[in-house]
């Protein structure tokens, strides 16, 4: 079966090759189930090398020419797909909440218009921003331009789908690449969705590329492909382990933005309500979040007035269907990475940790739906303190100074974010200076601008992408050196001539 009706939406679960939609070369496919039933929703092609083949061959035919057409016009492309995907905005969203359990309310009013505007911010920046002024080298002029670098492919996760995959496709498009995206096997359907919508806009066929498929199939025979030329990822660490080797066989440049976890600190000058509130969000996609501040650092002289606030607005949120627009918390994404987090929730309680709150499925709702759940009286060294559950998972710490909570925030394998409450502005400078993060927040959570960089710090990535940061990793950036009118002179600009003029 080739369409599924997912939420009421049709959704052509085939691969998108070159403008077609086609289905795997040996017609496999794979189950895509619903995390709010575990329901089988939809059917989806089972790409593999053949499909890797094909959808890189279609995006390298198409490149020349998409790379040839002007910013001008290729940033009007990216502006009317943007206008698609406000258009049927309201199917994006119930189609992925029914495939990944996030919140309606937040596809709605958060997550799909963002993807809107991944659009438009790359198509503005290409045609506002991007450029250098060139510059003078012994009457010799220096210009720099970025020029594509050629198939891009990106392979996105399933806890944001739709958002991760158009951050990277946006900007790989107006820098005038050819993509072919690999989205999750868990949460496949959005980006056949996105194919639609940029072929409505007009899009040349192969420029964009949906292969469908699992992880270690499709996406690793993407990976693995030589004629591509940067490899961008968002995922976790042990995949990225897998991608990087495989990538360092060809040498392409990659982009890796993988898990965390990443501290939450409250300094007893800080306002309680505001911290409280903001470490309650640590819980938002059920925990399924690449930022959340999962360690708690408290102070000690308001660990208790902190806990008991904590707990009583933990207890209020509402667990349950993530199409019901009143629900904070949906279920987890399917019946293995529940078991994941299970397991490491009852480790820690079998190591000695002191469950606060949750500490295991909810079971009035059954399926995939955990209670959220803080653990204390935790070894810094174990594992619950340690490892990514990626799972409404938080552990409590207190401290007493300054440099303790420093150094036990950046005693961490990760570096992705970190977040502090406190209410002595320099002490948020002072601090904020010395945290190992690719993005720190003082006094506030989640604020993004995709004109500043973003990505991790050790092992929560490679590399930053937003802004002038995404087009550097898209693109060859060249500095090309034209002689002055009517120079003759060979030995000039020779590397002789600048040794002299060193000397
Ligand atoms: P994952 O690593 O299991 O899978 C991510 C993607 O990689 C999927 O599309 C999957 O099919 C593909 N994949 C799996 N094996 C592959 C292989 N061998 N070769 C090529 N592709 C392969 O991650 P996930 O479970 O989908 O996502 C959760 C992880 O993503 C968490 O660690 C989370 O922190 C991280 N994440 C990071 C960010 C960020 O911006 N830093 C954002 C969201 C999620």
Redesign the pocket.
């Known amino acids: 079966m080739s369409v599924a009706v997912v939420a009421g939406v049709g959704v052509d679960t085939r691969h998108w090759i070159g403008g077609r939609r086609v289905e795997s070369a040996d017609a496999a496919v794979f189950a895509d189930h619903s995390p709010i039933d575990g329901a089988v929703i939809a059917q989806i092609s089972r790409g593999g090398a053949a499909e890797a083949e094909a959808a890189v061959a279609a995006a390298e035919a198409a490149f020349p020419a998409w790379a040839a057409t002007a910013p001008a016009e290729r940033a009007r492309l990216l502006h009317a797909i943007a206008d698609g995907v406000e258009k049927r905005l309201e199917e994006l969203a119930i189609v992925e909440t029914t495939d990944n359990g996030a919140l309606i309310r937040s596809h709605r009013r958060g997550v799909m218009p963002r993807v809107a505007h991944n659009f438009r911010f790359f198509a503005d920046y290409l045609v506002s921003q991007l450029g250098h002024p060139d510059f003078e080298t012994r009457g010799h002029t220096n210009h720099v331009s970025w020029d594509p670098a050629g198939v891009c492919v990106l ?6 789908p739709l958002m ?1 995959a158009t951050w990277k496709v946006a900007p790989a498009l107006a820098a005038g690449n050819t993509v072919v995206l ?5 949460s496949p359907l959005t980006a056949s969705l996105l194919a639609d919508i940029a072929a409505e806009a007009g899009l040349p066929p192969g420029v964009l590329n949906v292969v469908q498929g ?3 199939e499709a ?2 025979a ?2 693995a492909h030589l004629g591509v030329r940067r490899v961008s ?8 382990r ?2 990087a080797r ?1 990538a360092a066989a060809n040498l392409t440049p990659l982009s890796l ?4 976890k990443s501290p939450f600190i409250v300094f007893a000058d800080a306002d309680l309500d505001l911290a409280v509130a903001n470490a309650v969000e640590q819980y938002d996609n059920a925990g399924q979040v ?2 959340s501040g999962t360690r708690l650092y408290v102070e000690e002289s308001i660990r208790d007035e902190f806990v008991a606030r904590f707990i009583e607005r933990t207890k209020a949120l509402r667990q349950g269907d993530p199409r019901d627009e009143a629900t904070d918390i949906g279920p987890s994404i399917h019946p293995e990475h529940l078991a994941r987090v299970d397991g490491f929730v009852q480790r820690a309680k079998q190591s000695g940790a002191t469950v606060l709150l949750g500490g295991g499925p909810n079971e009035e709702l059954g399926g995939l739906y955990y209670r959220p759940t803080l653990f204390t009286d935790v070894d810094p060294r174990s594992e619950i303190a340690t490892a ?1 559950v ?1 799972g409404p998972v938080l552990v409590l710490h207190t401290f007493t100074e300054e440099d303790e909570v420093v150094a036990a925030a950046n005693d961490s394998a990760f570096g ?1 974010a970190a977040i502090l409450f406190t209410g002595d502005r320099q002490r948020a400078q002072r601090v904020s200076a010395r945290l190992v993060a690719g993005t720190v927040w003082t006094n506030c959570f989640f604020v993004r601008d995709l004109r500043a960089p ?1 990505g ?1 710090a050790r092992q ?2 490679v590399g930053r992408e937003g802004g002038t940061w995404s087009f550097d990793f898209y693109c060859e950036v060249k500095n090309t050196v034209f002689a002055p009118a009517g120079w003759r002179d060979g030995r000039e600009g020779s590397v002789e001539a600048q040794s002299r003029e060193e000397d």
């Open positions: 392979i996105s996760p399933w806890n944001a991760l690999k989205p999750s096997e868990w699992i992880g270690e996406g690793a993407l990976v990822f968002t995922g976790s660490v042990p995949t990225a897998h991608i495989s933005e993988l898990g965390g690449c930022l990514e990626f992705l973003f991790g929560s990535g």
